[in-house]
């Protein structure tokens, strides 16, 4: 496996978790465990990213704009997680601040699928990109542990 399997791996699972999310209502059981585990999936999926994958591309002049804009989504995100926390899981503003960071993720993870995974595939060669997945694997079990 490598860091851009690795990483996709993950984008589908908070994909699913935010599907999940979604199609819940009110204050239920089944809301606060979606919602913490796709927590979870999302803070830990950014600290893996930044310290195992952004890092490592942040000293190549091609990738170090596309590497802060990535980090500043990684922002935005935890500031709409934030909003999601602060509001009441059974009120309308809980699901709109809940459907805005739907919105902000899956933005983040096409960016990434889309067009930085294709440059970053030209920085590592195919035993670094193997290494980082490892890395970066071993990050995410810490991480949701």
Same mark, same amino acid.
């Given at each position: 496996?490598?860091?851009?399997?690795?990483? $996709?791996?993950?984008?589908?699972?908070?994909?699913? !978790?935010?599907?999940?999310?979604? =199609?819940?209502?009110?204050?239920?059981?089944? $809301?606060?465990?979606? /919602?913490?585990?796709?927590?979870?999936?999302?803070?830990?999926? @950014?600290?893996?990213?930044?310290?195992? &994958?952004?890092?490592?591309?942040?000293?190549?002049?091609?990738?170090?704009?596309?590497?802060?804009?990535?980090?500043?989504?990684?922002? @935005?995100?935890?500031?709409?997680?934030?909003?999601?926390?602060?509001?009441?899981?059974?009120?309308?503003? /809980?699901?709109?601040? !809940?459907?805005?960071?739907?919105?902000? #993720?899956?933005?983040?993870?096409?960016?990434?699928?889309?067009?930085? &995974?294709? !440059?970053?595939?030209? #920085?590592?060669?195919? =035993?670094?990109?193997?290494?980082? =997945?490892?890395?970066?694997?071993?990050?995410?079990? =810490?991480? $949701?542990?």
């Amino acid at each position: 496996m490598n860091i851009f399997e690795a990483i $996709r791996a993950d984008h589908d699972i908070q994909r699913e !978790l935010l599907d999940q999310a979604l =199609a819940t209502s009110g204050e239920s059981k089944e $809301r606060k465990q979606i /919602w913490k585990k796709l927590k979870v999936e999302l803070k830990g999926h @950014e600290v893996a990213e930044e310290r195992n &994958f952004y890092k490592q591309l942040m000293d190549n002049d091609m990738m170090v704009e596309h590497t802060r804009h990535g980090i500043a989504e990684h922002h @935005e995100i935890d500031e709409l997680i934030e909003k999601v926390e602060e509001s009441d899981m059974d009120t309308s503003a /809980w699901l709109a601040n !809940l459907k805005a960071l739907d919105h902000q #993720v899956r933005h983040h993870l096409e960016d990434e699928e889309k067009a930085f &995974f294709q !440059l970053a595939g030209k #920085v590592f060669s195919e =035993a670094q990109k193997t290494s980082l =997945a490892k890395e970066y694997n071993k990050e995410m079990e =810490a991480q $949701r542990a």
